[in-house]
């Protein structure tokens, strides 16, 4: 299943949507086993000033790995995070995300996520996750 035929249902998730007109909007796409996607965050998306909030962050990073799995047709729900932050962003900094599968067990799936900054590829932060496949 390509991304062509399962985006509709997420039209209006605050990520990716394409129909949230308050959203990122960030188009994930598969590489392989690996999601990726590229965002660069402005004045809308900081916390302290000129500094990503890490709400946003997280968020983006839970949803590369989401989209692991969904951009291959797997629906799925996130259970458990774990997020280390590595480094403050600044605001108008290229970032480069990846998310991939580590393992399954059952309806369990263990994720990772990872945020690089595009100028070094210096790690910015990184998140364990666990997600449930929706029955």
């Known amino acids: 299943m390509n991304s ?3 985006r509709g249902i997420a039209d209006n998730c605050f990520v990716c949507g394409s129909k949230n007109t ?3 909007r960030i ?3 598969l590489d392989g086993e690996i999601c990726r996607a590229e965002f660069t965050p402005n004045e809308r998306h900081q916390g302290y000033d ?3 909030h890490g709400g946003v962050l997280f968020s ?3 949803d590369v790995m989401a989209n692991c799995l969904f951009l291959n047709g797997v629906k799925c729900y996130s259970a458990r995070s774990e997020i ?3 480094s403050p962003v600044e605001i108008f900094t290229p970032l480069r995300f990846e998310g991939f599968v580590e393992k399954t067990k059952k309806s369990f799936v263990f994720l990772r996520g ?3 900054k595009i100028k070094d590829d210096q790690l910015i932060a990184e998140v364990k996750s666990t997600f449930v496949k929706k029955s």
Request: aromatic content about 20%; cysteine-free; overall charge positive.
């Open 114 to 116: 990872l945020g690089f």
């Open 84 to 86: 280390r932050y590595r």
């Open 4 to 6: 062509d035929d399962t």
């Open 50 to 52: 000129n500094i990503l």
């Open 22 to 24: 308050f959203g990122l």
């Open 60 to 62: 983006i990073l839970d």
């Open 27 to 29: 188009k994930f796409r």
